[in-house]
């Protein structure tokens, strides 16, 4: 079957950094998207990697090893409005998005 | 604001009742989509429709029926729906589905309790 796992739940210090673990089992891979959620709102779009490595946007990194079926976040100089659930999820060999459960990340002052 | 709005944002409805949600998408895009969020679990993808056809349906009961009159209009029926199926349901919507660049942008969310 298809996987995706990440972390339930992570805490973190303003200003500090965080990296969000995903790693994946899924029939065929065409790409990897994080989102992030605040409570009741909409998720909304933050990385998209297809190819190995890393990609940087602002205070948020995503990296990718398709070999290994691993991702993460980082987010860099922690904000209070940083505190959200964090969705990792992968686009399948039918194109398709299988998601995980996501992270929930609350920073602390 | 992403662009794709839903309504209504909160729902209370019985077991006997028949309502249904609607999403609206200003962005041009052709897929739109429909997921069931609950707590600490994947969102569950329940219906696609790319150019107004249903592409996908993943075993979802009858008691949800989808319809998609247009590119940018989307609505989730509902009828005679069970406790377990109260969660927060949410529209998405992508320039088309499939491809392997696929963004979707989700509309905030519909909050369903059924009593």
């Known amino acids: 079957g298809q996987n995706i796992d990440q972390p339930t739940e992570m805490t973190a210090t303003e200003g500090a950094i965080v990296q969000i673990n995903c790693t994946y089992q899924?029939?065929?891979?065409?790409?990897l998207f994080w989102y992030q959620q605040h409570a009741g709102e909409a998720p909304t779009f933050l990385s998209y990697?297809?190819l190995d490595g890393l990609e940087e946007k602002g205070r948020f990194s995503s990296f990718l090893s398709r070999s290994k079926g691993y991702s993460y976040l980082l987010l860099k100089e922690l904000q209070m409005k940083d505190s959200a659930s964090y969705l990792c999820?992968?686009?399948?060999?039918?194109?398709?998005?299988?998601w995980g459960a996501g992270t929930k990340l609350i920073i602390k002052p | 604001e992403t662009g794709v709005t839903q309504t209504p944002r909160h729902l209370v409805m019985g077991m006997t009742n028949k309502k249904s949600l609607k999403c609206e998408q200003h962005?041009?895009?052709?897929?739109m989509y429909w997921y069931k969020q609950s707590a600490k679990k994947p969102l569950e993808l329940m219906f696609v429709?790319?150019?107004?056809?249903?592409?996908e349906n993943n075993s979802v009961p009858s008691r949800f029926s989808p319809e998609c009159p247009n590119s940018s209009h989307l609505f989730l029926h509902l009828h005679t729906l069970q406790p377990e199926d109260s969660a927060l349901y949410l529209c998405?919507?992508?320039?088309?589905?499939?491809?392997?660049?696929?963004?979707?942008?989700f509309g905030p969310g519909t909050r369903l309790t059924v009593l």
């Open positions: 998405a919507s992508s320039l088309e589905s499939g491809g392997s660049y696929n963004e979707q942008f």
């Open positions: 962005l041009g895009h052709n897929a």
């Open positions: 429709y790319n150019f107004k056809e249903q592409t």
């Open positions: 899924t029939s065929g891979f065409n790409g």
């Open positions: 990697n297809v």
């Open positions: 999820a992968v686009s399948d060999s039918n194109y398709q998005l299988i």
